[in-house]
């Protein structure tokens, strides 16, 4: 197990101890109150009385009838002195998991899994907590010839993230010049999948390069897992990265061949058109990059952030 996943089991062990702890001191409290401290006992001894009568095989309608009472009594009694029984039950963070991290049928709760790469991605050096989303896209931020194919890019990636997974082309690889808003648009595609519930690894193609040479280094094969496991994979600024031989090139094949095995998809945004990419990393990885469940998205227009600089 490794140390993100080590460190999130223990804060849900300390904060699964800390809601009960809670929940028993509200009891304790409640039960300093004579008058609910003794509707509350009634309601025992009434409880024993009907699973007695239960037992002997007696109707027990009347200690049926005097359990309901007593239960009655008590709630009027928590009412009066405004006390909430509904708080006696721990208030766990994750209603799925109750704070365990697995759910009913034994699996990975989402909840680690959301946190675990949220984690992940701080540890790389991104935050996705900081990307964009479909809310702050604005297609007049183009200059008025460009606005329609903007409003356009912008309508195809909303309908691709609300109809996840039911789309044709699972991939994107958006391309196109620097500045034409590709980053923008991955994140906010990124962030509505987050917001889905989906596990993003968010990257850029620098960092993915950076992962690869410590899985490679340090031997940690959790680490590929991850590239392998999450279920987006963004890969920010791909052609940007210095190819390392036997690496970059070898690993980034792997990783989308076992992630097109269990039908993962990526999101790409590169300055490379397919025939560049073709040209930089090989017919091999380009047939992985540009297969038939890949979208292309083509962004153009001028550099947006010279735009921005001038006004
Ligand atoms: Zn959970």
């Known amino acids: 197990m490794d140390q993100i996943l080590r460190q999130i089991r223990y804060e849900l062990q300390q904060a699964r101890f800390l809601a009960e702890q809670q929940a028993a001191e509200r009891l304790r409290l409640a039960l ?3 008058a609910y401290r003794e509707a509350d006992a009634e309601v025992s001894r009434c409880m ?3 699973a007695r009568a239960e037992a002997m095989g007696e109707a027990g309608d009347k200690e049926e009838a005097a359990y309901q009472r007593a239960l009655k009594h008590r ?4 009412k009066k002195y405004r ?4 708080s006696f039950a721990p208030q766990y963070g994750c209603p799925l998991c109750n704070d365990t991290g697995y759910t009913e049928d034994g699996k990975i709760c989402p909840c680690v899994r959301r946190e675990y790469y949220r984690r992940f991605n701080l540890s790389c050096g991104l935050s996705p907590l900081g990307l964009a989303d479909f809310s702050q896209c604005d297609p007049s931020v183009y200059a008025a010839n460009e606005q329609e194919a ?3 890019r912008i309508k195809r990636l909303k309908d691709y993230a609300e109809n996840y997974p039911n789309v044709k082309e699972i991939n994107l690889l958006l391309y196109g010049k620097t500045g034409t808003g590709k980053t923008f648009l991955a994140e906010c595609v990124a962030s509505e999948m987050i917001q889905k519930g989906y596990t993003v690894l ?3 193609s620098h960092s993915l390069n950076q992962l690869f040479l410590r899985y490679i280094n340090e031997r940690n094969t959790t680490l590929f897992e991850r590239i392998t496991q999450a279920d987006f994979l963004v890969i920010d600024d791909l052609g940007s990265e ?7 090139c070898e690993l980034l094949q792997a990783a989308l061949n076992t992630r097109m095995q269990t039908n993962k998809p990526f999101i790409i945004t590169t300055n490379y058109d397919g025939l560049k990419l073709r040209e930089h990393y090989g017919e091999k990885l380009f ?13 153009t227009g001028a550099d947006l952030r010279i735009k921005r600089k001038k006004t």
């Open 287 to 299: 047939s992985r990059i540009a297969s038939n469940k890949t979208q292309f998205l083509q962004f």
């Open 150 to 152: 903007a409003a356009l």
């Open 48 to 50: 024993i009385a009907a």
């Open 242 to 248: 210095t190819i390392i031989k036997n690496i970059t």
């Open 32 to 34: 300093n109150n004579e």
């Open 75 to 78: 709630t009027a009694v928590a």
């Open 83 to 86: 006390i909430s029984e509904q």
């Open 202 to 204: 968010y990257l850029s």
